[in-house]
Antibody, heavy 121, light 113 residues
Framework: EVQLLESGGGLVQPGGSLRLSCAASGFTFSSYAMSWVRQAPGKGLEWVSVVSGSGGTTYYADSVKGRFTISRDNSKNTLYLQMNSLRADDTAVYFC??????????????WGQGTLVTVSS | DIVMTQSPDSLAVSLGERATISCKSSQSVLYSSNNKNYLAWFQHKPGQPPKLLIYWASTRESGVPDRFSGSGSGTDFTLTISRLQAEDVAVYYCQQYYSTPQTFGQGTKVEIK
């Protein structure tokens, strides 16, 4: 059974940093791209970033480019999102999601429960 | 970026009746080399993660009831719930994965009339 468990969310001041983790199990982690998708309070889903199965290819939404870094440790079956220079509009539930493929044009077939990030002074 | 626009924003349907949601993309998500539409539909209930219902515009994900169906090609797509059940109350999103950034529609809230 595929399981994705996010952690690391919390309250942070504007300009601060936070690192989210997503522990994966139930599938061959290195064979699939992984993504982060967020949902701000009362809003819809927003794709944030994706990393290929090997970790060598990454893409970001313009809204987070230069501030967020996605990475993965395939030896630990864990996905990360390092978030720096956080702003109030980064407040959201952050979901990690498993892609249907290793790289390229695939949607996400499994999602974690999400972790809440609140940016406020 | 490809803009995804859903309609309506919300709809109320009687139990056992049909619900239809439209999704339009600002450019085609049909890849000519394999004739596949890179369009997915998700169901999202409060406090739960989004659930993949449909991919390639019309392929039902394993375990999804057959009352859910997807259709369309190019820029115009439809999600149909043939006989609405109480457990289908949720927000539904279309998503294109033809190009990065992947983009979602704004969501359609389905309720019971």
């Amino acid at each position: 059974e595929v399981q994705l468990l996010e952690s690391g969310g919390g309250l942070v001041q504007p300009g601060g940093s936070l690192r989210l983790s997503c522990a994966a199990s139930g599938f061959t982690f290195s064979s699939y791209a992984m993504s982060w998708v967020r949902q701000a309070p009362g809003k819809g889903l927003e794709w944030v970033s994706v990393v290929s199965g090997s970790g060598g290819t990454t893409y970001y939404a313009d809204s987070v480019k230069g501030r967020f870094t996605i990475s993965r440790d395939n030896s630990k079956n864990t996905l990360y999102l390092q978030m720096n220079s956080l702003r109030a509009d980064d407040t959201a539930v952050y979901f990690c999601a498993k892609s249907q493929g290793m790289i390229g044009r695939w949607t996400s077939d499994y999602w974690g429960q999400g972790t809440l990030v609140t940016v406020s002074s | 970026d490809i803009v995804m626009t859903q309609s309506p924003d919300s709809l109320a349907v009687s139990l056992g009746e049909r619900a239809t949601i439209s999704c339009k993309s600002s450019q085609s998500v049909l890849y000519s080399s394999n004739n596949k539409n890179y369009l997915a539909w998700f169901q999202h209930k409060p406090g739960q993660p989004p659930k993949l219902l449909i991919y390639w515009a019309s392929t039902r994900e394993s375990g999804v009831p057959d009352r859910f169906s997807g259709s369309g090609s190019g820029t115009d797509f439809t999600l149909t719930i043939s006989r609405l059940q109480a457990e289908d109350v949720a927000v539904y999103y279309c998503q294109q994965y033809y190009s990065t950034p992947q983009t979602f529609g704004q969501g359609t809230k389905v309720e019971i009339k």
